[in-house]
Nanobody, 124 residues
């Protein structure tokens, strides 16, 4: 089972950038698809981005496409989310998660083993 710890959140002005990191423990990381999700105050958790086990295929929510980039380093058991051109509506707690499907597939609805989250706040 993979355990996850997110970091890299903080307070940034609109238009700024942040890079989130997710450290994973467990030998299955390199065989698992991974994802980022977020939850804003008063809202349900929503999909942000996902990446296959190999890193060759990615998927993004329309709201972050062309601004955010998901990547991974299987040698270091690390998952990343580079966030550029941040907007106030990106304010949320961001979580990384492990895909529950075959690592070569991406299914936005099948993720689990959530981390504790990291807060991202974007001021206008």
């Amino acid at each position: 089972q993979v355990q996850l710890v997110e970091s890299g959140g903080g307070l940034v002005q609109a238009g700024g950038s942040l890079r989130l990191s997710c450290a994973a423990s467990g030998r299955t990381f390199s065989r698992s698809s991974m994802g980022w999700f977020r939850q804003a105050p008063g809202k349900e958790r929503s999909f942000v981005a996902a990446i296959t086990a190999s890193g060759r295929t990615t998927d993004y929510a329309d709201s972050v496409k062309d601004r955010f980039t998901i990547s991974r380093d299987n040698a270091k058991n690390m998952l990343y989310l580079q966030m550029n051109s941040l907007k106030p509506e990106d304010t949320a707690v961001y979580y990384c998660a492990v895909g529950l499907t075959d690592g070569a597939l991406l299914d936005r609805t099948r993720f689990g083993s959530w981390g504790q989250g990291t807060q991202v706040s974007v001021s206008s």
